[in-house]
């Protein structure tokens, strides 16, 4: 009697302390993951804007860096989608960027608003990266982010943005993973667990 008195006591105890755990996760934590579990996504990728800003370039080294079989194209199209087996949309608003492509807010919009519902169609993964931080924490760049999270797999960000709290619910909302990084560098576990 008294072997059993110390296993239910034992297991109270455990039981008890997982509940516990369970208790003190965060709404804001629930679904922040380090890297994925497992892969969602195929090579070749296509990578590209939705904002026009710098971050696609630098983040398309990153992905060179991987060994991924990648093309950067800041001003793809719903119909360049046909060769890919992945999206990576790079949010990130620059008004300067966007004047190189004469293209208005509202152009740009339509043309990711088209990328992603093709890519939804065909049916192809769509990881959304969001590296600007601080830099671009603005209005132009949350819109980008609130357009595309709704048809994402996956999100990446950075830590230090003023509002990371604001995409994590915007991803719990959309049930969507997401993975937040220190620093750009960072990155590349979350990026890769994507793939392999």
């Given at each position: 009697m008294k072997k059993y008195s110390i296993a239910i006591i034992l297991l109270l105890i455990?039981?008890?302390t997982i509940l516990l755990q369970s208790r003190s996760v965060s709404p804001e934590t629930k679904y922040?993951?380090?890297?994925?579990?497992?892969?969602?996504?195929?090579?070749?990728i296509l990578i590209t804007s939705a904002g026009q800003a710098t971050e696609g370039k630098v983040?398309?080294?990153v992905t060179k860096d991987l060994h991924f079989e990648t093309d950067y194209r800041p001003r793809a199209l719903s119909t360049d989608l046909y060769e890919y087996e992945t999206l990576v949309l790079v949010t990130g608003y620059s008004p300067h960027g966007l004047n190189q492509t004469y293209r208005s807010i509202e152009e740009e919009?339509?043309?990711?608003?088209?990328?992603l519902q093709q890519a939804e169609?065909?049916?192809?993964?769509?990881?959304?990266v969001h590296v600007g931080g601080a830099a671009r924490d603005d209005q132009y760049t949350w819109e980008f982010l609130r357009q595309s999270l709704p048809?994402?797999?996956?999100v990446i960000g950075l830590r230090q943005m003023e509002q990371s709290t604001q995409l994590q619910r915007l991803a719990e909302k959309h049930s969507?993973?997401?993975t937040l990084v220190?620093?750009?560098?960072?990155?590349?576990?979350?990026?890769?667990s994507a793939f392999r």
């Open positions: 455990s039981i008890g922040t993951w380090p890297n994925l579990p497992a892969p969602i996504g195929e090579e070749p983040f398309s080294y919009k339509q043309r990711v608003d088209k990328l169609r065909k049916p192809i993964p769509i990881i959304v048809y994402a797999d996956y969507i993973p997401v220190e620093e750009l560098n960072d990155i590349r576990t979350p990026f890769n």
